[in-house]
């Protein structure tokens, strides 16, 4: 477990994940904290992995459908066997905020459901309070490593 | 038609709600609630709304054509909830060429919970630690709201609350914990938890008989906040 078990104590936690299979099993380490409502926002400069992640949360969470990059939909949503909801959410190409208003933006992230966001800052004033911050850095000379800081809000 | 021959003639309004938890469609004919269907829930009205206005329709033996109006609640409240009652009340109102009126469903809330003593805050929860609210008193057995639609932070409630008000509206319970502390003034009402069909017809039927008809072409749902910023 790369994921401490006290994560859910911590507000705030730093790890190095040196290999993409280390990325993957935190993501999974991650997936077990997910509850129907949660909202994940993830930070990181293109090709960090946001996507990568993503996906390892969905395989690890059964979903149905194949998670990909929602890149020009702005929004994907994936199915568990659970029947929980996942909206996978990319805001690389978002403009102007009445796009989250044709979106209904509010309807998903204080929902039932499970919502991961990618480029979360172009969205942080629309953020709940309640959620996980992901901010993931590449490592100077160290392509397969990053460096992962997270917040949970929700232990505040 | 029908059971009632005469319904071309009477004031037969359809009600729909879809702005929050509740999913809902209701029928009154002159200002009579013949009949209502609601359920609370998430995530249902797309699949509810139109069936409830089909069986409600069947049931009380009124067809489509026999509607005068049809009267929403207009929010504020889910944006996709809305979307799905404004598309359902367009969609039968441009076939039967028959008006839409709108009704704000802060008012509703207030309204429905008939007359009171003190003042009455409907609210609606905007997130981020906002509300949408109103205030309402009623004056001489008349219903009047004494401010505008508004949005408020929380903590800036004391401001508004300087006297005991009745607090209602689609409040989850943190939001109600939060609003306990910033105010001991508010008392919440804590019977209701649905929108009230028939008080939202009656309070379209008021607006139906002054002939405050909003345009089908143009009507939009209260949505109170505004998205207008360059990212």
Redesign the interface.
């Given at each position: 477990m790369i994921l401490k078990q006290t994560f859910l104590k911590n507000s705030k936690e730093k790890l190095t994940l040196n290999s993409p299979e280390e990325t993957a099993s935190f993501a999974r380490d991650l997936s077990k904290q997910l509850e129907p409502g949660a909202v994940v926002a993830f930070y990181g400069e293109l090709g960090s992995g946001k996507t990568f992640m993503i996906k390892q949360i969905c395989a690890e969470m059964e979903t149905i459908e194949n998670a990909t990059s929602p890149s020009f939909t702005l929004i994907n949503e994936y199915h568990t066997p659970q029947q929980v909801s996942i909206y996978h959410f990319d805001f690389y190409r978002l403009k102007n905020d009445s796009e989250l208003a044709n979106l209904g933006i509010d309807d998903f992230l204080y929902g039932d459901n499970i919502c991961l966001v990618e480029w979360a800052d172009k969205i942080q004033k629309f953020l709940p309070q309640k959620r996980y911050d992901i901010f993931i850095k590449f490592i100077e000379d160290k392509p397969e490593a990053r460096q992962i800081e997270i917040y949970n809000h929700y232990s505040q | 038609m029908t059971q009632d021959t005469n319904s071309k003639k009477k004031k037969v309004l359809l009600g729909i709600e879809s702005s929050g938890m509740t999913c809902g469609i209701g029928i009154s004919a002159d200002n009579r609630l013949l009949k209502e269907i609601s359920v609370n829930g998430?995530?249902v009205h797309s699949e509810k709304l139109a069936v409830f206005t089909e069986s409600i329709l069947h049931s009380v033996k009124i067809e489509v054509e026999d509607l005068s109006g049809i009267v929403l609640s207009a929010g504020p409240g889910?944006?996709?909830?809305l979307?799905i009652g404004y598309s359902l009340a367009k969609g039968i109102a441009h076939r039967s060429k028959i008006p839409i009126i709108e009704v704000s469903t802060l008012d509703v809330w207030a309204y429905q919970l008939g007359e009171q003593n003190s003042q009455i805050m409907a609210v609606i929860?905007a997130?981020?630690?906002e509300i949408f609210y109103s205030i309402y008193r009623w004056e001489q057995n008349q219903f009047r709201r004494i401010t505008d639609y508004s949005i408020v932070r929380i903590e800036e409630l004391d401001k508004l609350i300087a006297e005991r008000t009745l607090i209602t509206g689609a409040i989850p319970a943190e939001l109600k914990a939060e609003i306990g502390k910033i105010s001991s003034l508010a008392i919440f009402e804590n019977g209701t938890t649905r929108l009230s069909m028939k008080s939202l017809l009656e309070l379209g039927h008021k607006k139906f008989v002054m002939g405050e008809f909003s345009d089908l072409n143009d009507c939009e749902p209260f949505?109170m906040r505004k998205?207008?910023?360059?990212?």
């Amino acid at each position: 477990m790369i994921l401490k078990q006290t994560f859910l104590k911590n507000s705030k936690e730093k790890l190095t994940l040196n290999s993409p299979e280390e990325t993957a099993s935190f993501a999974r380490d991650l997936s077990k904290q997910l509850e129907p409502g949660a909202v994940v926002a993830f930070y990181g400069e293109l090709g960090s992995g946001k996507t990568f992640m993503i996906k390892q949360i969905c395989a690890e969470m059964e979903t149905i459908e194949n998670a990909t990059s929602p890149s020009f939909t702005l929004i994907n949503e994936y199915h568990t066997p659970q029947q929980v909801s996942i909206y996978h959410f990319d805001f690389y190409r978002l403009k102007n905020d009445s796009e989250l208003a044709n979106l209904g933006i509010d309807d998903f992230l204080y929902g039932d459901n499970i919502c991961l966001v990618e480029w979360a800052d172009k969205i942080q004033k629309f953020l709940p309070q309640k959620r996980y911050d992901i901010f993931i850095k590449f490592i100077e000379d160290k392509p397969e490593a990053r460096q992962i800081e997270i917040y949970n809000h929700y232990s505040q | 038609m029908t059971q009632d021959t005469n319904s071309k003639k009477k004031k037969v309004l359809l009600g729909i709600e879809s702005s929050g938890m509740t999913c809902g469609i209701g029928i009154s004919a002159d200002n009579r609630l013949l009949k209502e269907i609601s359920v609370n829930g998430k995530n249902v009205h797309s699949e509810k709304l139109a069936v409830f206005t089909e069986s409600i329709l069947h049931s009380v033996k009124i067809e489509v054509e026999d509607l005068s109006g049809i009267v929403l609640s207009a929010g504020p409240g889910s944006f996709t909830g809305l979307r799905i009652g404004y598309s359902l009340a367009k969609g039968i109102a441009h076939r039967s060429k028959i008006p839409i009126i709108e009704v704000s469903t802060l008012d509703v809330w207030a309204y429905q919970l008939g007359e009171q003593n003190s003042q009455i805050m409907a609210v609606i929860d905007a997130y981020r630690n906002e509300i949408f609210y109103s205030i309402y008193r009623w004056e001489q057995n008349q219903f009047r709201r004494i401010t505008d639609y508004s949005i408020v932070r929380i903590e800036e409630l004391d401001k508004l609350i300087a006297e005991r008000t009745l607090i209602t509206g689609a409040i989850p319970a943190e939001l109600k914990a939060e609003i306990g502390k910033i105010s001991s003034l508010a008392i919440f009402e804590n019977g209701t938890t649905r929108l009230s069909m028939k008080s939202l017809l009656e309070l379209g039927h008021k607006k139906f008989v002054m002939g405050e008809f909003s345009d089908l072409n143009d009507c939009e749902p209260f949505y109170m906040r505004k998205f207008k910023g360059v990212l």
